[in-house]
């Protein structure tokens, strides 16, 4: 139990500061360092510029903004094969939103275990 919970933070810390942004009108992709902490590890893609048009008198997001706020941990580009991190990466991710289900799944059996053990201890039998 406790290897699963210190598993399950570690990819939680995991995929809350880093991301696969997938570039811009090319096969490439890049594993970062998120200037901004959020769950979701995928980002980019599309059209260059697809952004602007879409969203107009909007900032640009992050990963698309000129001043790259980002730390580029590995690089790599989809032209001849998949590169296996980013397969790893998104099975990675699966299994930590797997763990977090089991975890909330348990913890509710639990607490509706000790929920009917204390009713069943307050009222004495007739």
């Known amino acids: 139990m406790k290897l699963r919970l210190l598993i399950t933070l570690g990819l939680i810390l995991l995929f809350t500061n880093t991301a696969i942004i997938h570039g811009s009108g090319g096969p490439g992709e890049a594993l970062v360092l998120k200037p901004l902490h959020g769950l979701y590890p995928f980002y ?3 059209e260059e510029g697809s952004w602007a048009r879409q969203h107009p ?5 992050w990963w698309h903004h000129p001043r790259n706020d980002y ?7 989809h032209e001849t094969t998949i590169a296996p991190w980013t397969v790893i990466y998104g099975l990675a991710y699966v299994l930590c939103v797997g763990l977090v289900g089991l975890s909330l ?3 509710i059996i639990h607490a509706t275990r000790l929920r009917k053990r204390k009713r069943s201890t307050a009222t004495p039998p007739p």
């Not at 008198?57 to 997001?61: G, N, V, W």
């Open 57 to 61: 008198d909007r900032p640009l997001p």
């Open 105 to 107: 799944g348990q913890l």
């Open 71 to 77: 730390v580029v941990l590995h690089q790599s580009s």
């Open 44 to 46: 980019g893609g599309g």
